[in-house]
């Protein structure tokens, strides 16, 4: 049971460098979404995909773009890094069988931009 | 549009007693709710859910939530807090038919022994 899983889980950049987090789901679900945690600011939702081959802007898109390669997977790309953009990155996927519908979160990538 | 406010940043209580944490939503539809915890270097966990069946909703390890439309709120609540139950925790909306979720700031529960 995988569930959904995030690599890397640290990673530390210097000013405008790039890099591309990696997300993959196993649940088949159709929907996936990328988070980024900072203190006080609870979860803010930068990109989701919908499905396959659809993807729309959150509340804080600037400064990212993202890929849904296929149904399981949903990257997310800093193109020039920033120091505003450390944070704590969550991907995440939605159940939405049924009344049984929640989101599964990876554990989280823990970025530092000096 | 929809968003929540968490009117708590932290809530200090003793082991023992009971648990609110306040959370107002704002949305132009019949909006779900959602409490989510998380525990210190952990991940995100699914506390309980309201999608507009029951108002008095039972979650995971005691806790319990009511959908009150009329004041658009949705406070968690636990009779009597464990020590285990210290972490963050974040009230979650979600208009129908959109795909969104929209995260409240978060409430740290701190449990006194």
């Known amino acids: 049971n995988a569930g959904v899983t995030q690599t890397p889980k640290f990673q530390v950049l210097k000013t405008g460098q790039s890099m591309t987090l990696q997300c993959a789901q196993d649940m088949n679900h159709n929907s996936m979404y990328w988070y980024r945690q900072d203190p006080g600011m609870g979860l803010r939702l930068i990109y989701y995909s919908a499905s396959e081959g659809t993807t729309d802007k959150g509340e804080v898109p600037n400064g990212y773009n993202v890929s849904r390669l296929n149904k399981r997977e949903f990257s997310l790309r800093l193109e020039s890094a920033a120091p505003s953009q450390t944070s704590v990155y969550f991907c995440a996927s939605r159940q939405a069988q049924g009344g049984n519908e929640k989101l599964f979160f990876g554990s989280g990538t823990q970025l530092s931009v000096l | 549009a929809q968003s929540v406010t968490q009117l708590d940043s932290h809530v200090s209580v003793s082991e023992g007693t009971p648990v609110l944490l306040r959370c107002n939503y704002s949305?132009?539809?019949?909006?779900?709710l959602f409490w989510y915890v998380q525990h210190p270097n952990k991940g995100l966990q699914l506390l309980l859910k309201y999608t507009s069946a029951a108002t008095l909703v039972k979650g995971i390890n005691g806790f319990e939530a009511e959908f009150k439309k009329s004041e658009t709120s949705f406070h968690l609540t636990k009779p009597s807090a464990h020590m285990s139950d210290a972490a963050e925790y974040f009230c979650?909306?979600?208009?129908?038919?959109?795909?969104?979720?929209?995260f409240g700031s978060g409430t740290k529960l701190n449990v006194k022994p």
């Open positions: 949305s132009s539809y019949s909006p779900s």
């Open positions: 979650v909306v979600r208009a129908p038919n959109f795909n969104k979720f929209y």
